[in-house]
């Protein structure tokens, strides 16, 4: 099992950068296919973005976030980011890291595919 431990949140203004860090440990982080989601109160939990397994050289992004938005992994460091640019309001929300063990599937977008979790990263945007 992995464990993952989300930092990096904060209050940002419209515009603004925040680089959100999903720190894992308990396994061997390069075989763990990485992903982010996010979720306000009363609202759906939503996929955000994801990268594969070892290389993470395949990635995938929601419309929403797509070109703003950045992921990356360090392997040897057992760390996962998301890189956020030009934050908007409509990008507040509880941030959360998740992973899968082995590559994505073509159903990457779907929280049930990522068993493990971290507690979470606030992500505030003031307009």
């Known amino acids: 099992q992995v464990q993952l431990v989300e930092s990096g949140g904060g209050l940002v203004q419209a515009g603004g950068s925040l680089r959100l860090s999903c720190a894992a440990s308990?396994?061997?982080?390069?075989?763990?296919?990485m992903g982010w989601f996010r979720q306000e109160p009363g609202k759906e939990r939503e996929f955000v973005a994801a990268?594969?397994?070892?290389?993470?050289?395949?990635?995938y992004y929601a419309d929403s976030v797509k070109g703003r938005f950045t992921v990356s992994r360090d392997n040897p460091r057992n760390t996962f980011y998301l890189q956020m640019n030009t934050l908007k309001p409509e990008d507040t929300a509880a941030y959360y890291c998740?992973?899968?063990?082995?590559?994505?599937?073509?159903?990457?977008?779907?929280?049930?595919?990522?068993?493990?979790w971290g507690q979470g990263t606030q992500v505030t945007v003031s307009s």
């Open positions: 308990g396994g061997t982080f390069s075989y763990y296919a």
């Open positions: 990268v594969d397994w070892s290389s993470g050289r395949t990635t």
């Open positions: 998740a992973a899968r063990w082995g590559p994505l599937n073509t159903q990457a977008t779907q929280a049930t595919q990522y068993p493990y």
